[in-house]
Structures are given as C-alpha cells and as structure tokens.
C-alpha cells in the first residue's frame, strides 16, 4: 500500500491485485470527525452493538455476526454556522485507514472521483413528519464512503449500488 503520511487519514479502493487508488485526507480545522462502531479501540468516539429481539434467544456460547461494522461510519460537524452534520460510511481504523477490498461495491463518479459502499452499509431512516410525536417510518436509504445517498441494494453485499438520491446529501441535522 502507497500511503505517503501514516498520520494522515486515508480511503484505499483495491480495484484488482495489481491496481488500488488511495485518497489521503487532509486536516479541516473547521470541522471535527467522530467516528462511531462496535469496536473499543481509540479512534471509536462512540460504541454502539447490536441487541436481541425478541424473537431471537442466545444459548451460552452462542453469539450473533454483528451487522455493525467495527468501524461502521464516521460523522463530520461543521463548527461554525449552520452547524450541519453530514455522515459517511465506513470510519477510519487504528490506522487511520479505510479500505475497500476487491469485493465492496466501488466506481469513479463523473467527476473521477472515487466512491464505494461498505460491507455491512450506513442504513439511515429520516421519519417522515420529522422528530415528533407524530412521526411516522420514513424509507432507508444508504450512505457511501464519500456520503452519497442510494437507495437500498438489492442485498447487503450486492456490487450494484441502488440509484443515487436526487441531489440529495447525507446532512443529518
């Protein structure tokens, strides 16, 4: 792997044995990144797990493959007006790197930039009547490593994105 500066953040898109573009990210000090994931380690700024429903019962020894990602996503807030927040899929390891294998979902866009999709994805839901009392299930939709919006893939691990979301972005607040 190329990466120029190891203390810098970076998004490595494995195209084939012989053929991996990386993205080096820069420092914004205009922004602040909080990553979220099931795993521990420092640069998770917020750990989240999976729960059993109901339905599902667990023997001793028994455990369930986790659909959050160790490293699931990360979000960026800006710090000065108007404060919005934006998601992204897949947060940056121990190494301050994402990677995305031969077999993620990936492609240029028109502007040759790169994008892809998560093993396990960014799921999010805005209810519909936003959040109030009155809310109602709003439609999933899923969020690329460069916060693109699709709607779902046909499965989890399909190579084929769903269609990108109108001019839609992956702003949160």
């Not at 899929?89 to 995305?100: E, H, R, T, V, Y």
């Not at 979902?105 to 502007?111: I, L």
């Not at 930039?113 to 109030?132: C, E, K, S, Y």
Request: hydrophobic share 30%; with cysteine; net charge positive.
């Amino acid at each position: 792997m190329a990466v120029s500066n190891k203390e810098q953040h970076s998004i490595s898109y494995t195209l084939s044995r012989v053929q991996t573009v990386v993205v080096e990210y820069t420092h914004d000090s205009n922004t602040d990144m909080f990553q979220i994931g099931r795993s521990t380690e420092n640069p998770i700024d917020f750990v989240v797990t999976d729960t059993v429903t109901s339905g599902q019962s667990l023997t001793d020894g028994q455990t369930i493959q986790s659909t959050i990602s160790r490293f699931a996503c990360r979000i960026i807030c800006q710090r000065n007006p108007p404060y919005s927040a934006r998601i992204y899929a897949a947060g940056f390891d121990s190494s301050k790197n994402i990677f995305l294998g031969e077999k993620a979902a990936k492609w240029r866009m028109r502007d040759g930039q790169m994008d892809g999709l998560t093993t396990n994805g960014v799921l999010v839901m805005h209810p519909r009547q936003g959040f109030t009392q009155d809310s109602r299930p709003g439609v999933w939709r899923e969020i690329s490593v460069c916060g693109n919006v699709f709607t779902l893939r046909e499965t989890r691990s399909a190579q084929q994105t769903g269609n990108m979301v109108g001019n839609s972005c992956s702003h949160i607040c």
